[in-house]
């Protein structure tokens, strides 16, 4: 391969990874917005409410983008803008949308697969905490020293403890918040981005052994 080539390919990678930085942009901030809609428009925060006991799993996607009560939106929004930007600094925003989704998907099937099911579900926290643990152990994975590598790997071990004791001794942010939190959600999307970090790390392992 000659250099003008070689420089030719990097720069149609270093377009096209702008490009998905750009689109994934515009997928959180879309989000963002639909989170506000579904949830101050009362016709739309009153029909979007899922009920695993008889909507499909694909029904309790968008119900995770409405939110009772403005402490409740506020709070998630916070948690996604913030955690998109410690992605931004970590150089893996783009990877945000897809982690999100596929959390969002876990906590709706692991709700309506809950015997006896929950009776409703709204809200994005539990698909947040599929962000937290997909965050901590990105940072864990491409951290320099092995202190760092080992802080995010305890940080992420303690989170999910602390919402598997959220199980058994709820806490009382549903005074404040207007709704009541829903521990097994977040338990759901914890594990939702523990699955996602688990399927790309099998990913790499197997592209590494065909590139090898």
């Not at 402490?71 to 803008?81: I, T």
């Not at 999100?100 to 309506?112: E, N, Q």
């Not at 152990?137 to 995010?152: K, N, Y």
Request: glycine share 10%.
């Amino acid at each position: 391969m000659s250099p003008r080539t070689a420089l030719a390919d990097a720069h149609d990678g270093t377009l096209t990874a702008q490009r998905i930085e750009r689109l994934a942009a515009v997928a959180v901030g879309a989000v963002l917005v639909a989170m506000i809609g579904f949830s101050v428009i009362p016709a739309l925060r009153e029909r979007f409410v899922f009920h695993p006991a008889q909507d499909p799993v694909w029904r309790g996607l968008v119900p995770q983008l409405v939110h009772f009560g403005i402490a409740h939106l506020g709070l998630n929004l916070l948690s996604l803008s913030l955690q998109t930007r410690i992605a931004q600094v970590l150089g893996r925003a783009r990877e945000v949308p897809g982690v999100l989704l596929f959390s969002m998907i876990v906590v709706a099937a692991g709700l309506k697969a809950m015997n006896p099911p929950m009776s409703w579900y709204v809200g994005l926290s539990g698909a947040l905490y599929g962000l937290v643990a997909w965050l901590t152990l990105e940072h864990a994975r491409c951290a320099r020293s092995r202190l760092l590598r080992t802080a995010g790997a305890a940080l992420c071990a303690l989170i999910g403890l602390k919402e598997l004791s959220g199980l058994w001794w709820p806490t009382g942010f549903g005074d404040w918040m207007g709704v009541q939190p829903a521990p097994a959600a977040h338990v759901f999307g914890f594990l939702g981005g523990l699955l996602y970090v688990a399927l790309v790390a099998l990913y790499r392992w197997r592209r590494s052994r065909r590139t090898a």
